[in-house]
């Protein structure tokens, strides 16, 4: 029998830790995650979690005992924030060009300078093009959730990709709420042992984390980009797989609310979800036809979700909470490409909010959809816009 607790995003990504049955969890504190990592070391310590725990000296060296671990065929996890997963940066490239399955926690968190404790997504959206699958889960319930099956995806030998699950910092990180807990028998049956070829054996040697040349770098860059690609049909699989054993679903690659017949749709992602939810429902009540879809997955990114859940609507509101500087929200850009490649006659608009941990309100949301109105109304709207901007901009910089 599971049990149930009163647990915050934290906590309940170490649960999901501990039902994973890790053998090596390489650790470095920093805020807002470091309650994950001071949580297992106790599960360590009473024996809860038989595992190697490894309390190293930065970031870096962090992922560096992961891949190291997994190199052996061993089981990892790590987690970070912020200036520690851009710390990570060389280290994400090697961890999935070996093809190293780690799973990682990321606590969203701003970007210096200036200094922030608070949460956005500069930190992982500018991290995209690094080689993990990148998830963002909306409560504490999904993120222990998603620990087993980001586990289940990275090993998949068709995959071999490293998974990071990404918590919005604060908000999820350290809100309490009630969480369902998986007997440990479950999790065995959903997530056996991990059995890979992928490994340093003396019985079977074999040559890793290689230089290549111009003559085959491109194969293995092709081989590595199919697996992401693999992925993307075996995350609805496993959802799948997960609904049977525990009885929750989360969907998929995206979530759509209420887009059957909306003409007016805010793209999210992340924990403001549910406050684009709430004031959809309040919408709908007054007559309005919105939406809202989530996103759930950015790499592998869900290009033809997207487009089956958008292409009837007449206007589509796109909430970043990162800036790709000098262009437009990273999470922009790639909705507008789907949409675009498709064909797709709708007036798309990006919204910037949420920067440093600024909240965004019931009211910014309500404004969205009414700015996609005035557009097609025929008021003229900019194509990038910003929520709550409560300090007057030199418009010289």
Known sequence: MGQRAFLCGNEAVAEGVRLSAPHVIAAYPITPQTVVVERLAEMVEDGSVKAEFMHVESEHSALSASMGASAVGARTFSSTSSQGL??????????????????????????????????????????????????????????????????????????????????????????????????????????????????????????????????????????????????????????????????????????????????????????????????????????????????????????????????????VAVLDKDISFGYEGTVFTNVNSALSKAGAEILKLNFIGGLGGRDISKDHIREMYRRLQDGLDGIAQENVQYLGLGVAIDERG
């Open 86 to 315: 851009v710390y990570m940066a060389e280290c994400l490239h090697y961890a999935s060009g070996g093809r190293f399955p780690i799973v990682m926690m990321n606590a969203n968190r701003s970007l210096a300078l200036p200094w922030s404790i608070y949460g956005d997504h500069r930190d992982s959206m500018s991290l995209l093009d690094c080689g993990w699958i990148q998830v963002y889960t909306e409560d504490a319930q999904e993120s222990l959730d998603m620990v087993l099956q980001a586990y289940a995806i990275a090993e998949h030998p068709e995959v071999l990709t490293p998974v990071m699950i990404n918590l919005d910092g604060f908000v999820l990180t350290h809100t309490y709420e009630l969480v369902d807990i998986p007997a440990w028998e479950q999790a065995r049956e959903f997530l056996p042992p991990y059995e890979t070829v992928n490994k340093l054996d003396f019985d079977a040697p074999k040559n890793m984390a290689f230089s290549s040349n111009p003559g085959n770098n491109l194969e293995f860059k092709l081989r590595q980009h199919r697996g992401m690609l693999r992925a993307k049909e075996l995350i609805a699989e496993t959802d799948g797989r997960f609904q049977a054993i525990f009885g929750r679903s989360y969907g998929g690659l995206t979530e759509a609310y209420r887009c059957d017949d909306a003409e007016l749709i805010v793209v999210s992602v992340g924990s403001v979800t549910g406050t684009c939810r709430t004031v959809a429902d309040e919408l709908r009540n007054e007559g309005w036809k919105v939406g809202v879809l989530k996103i759930r997955f950015m790499r592998p990114f869900p290009e033809e979700e997207i487009i089956a859940a958008l292409r009837n609507a007449k206007a």
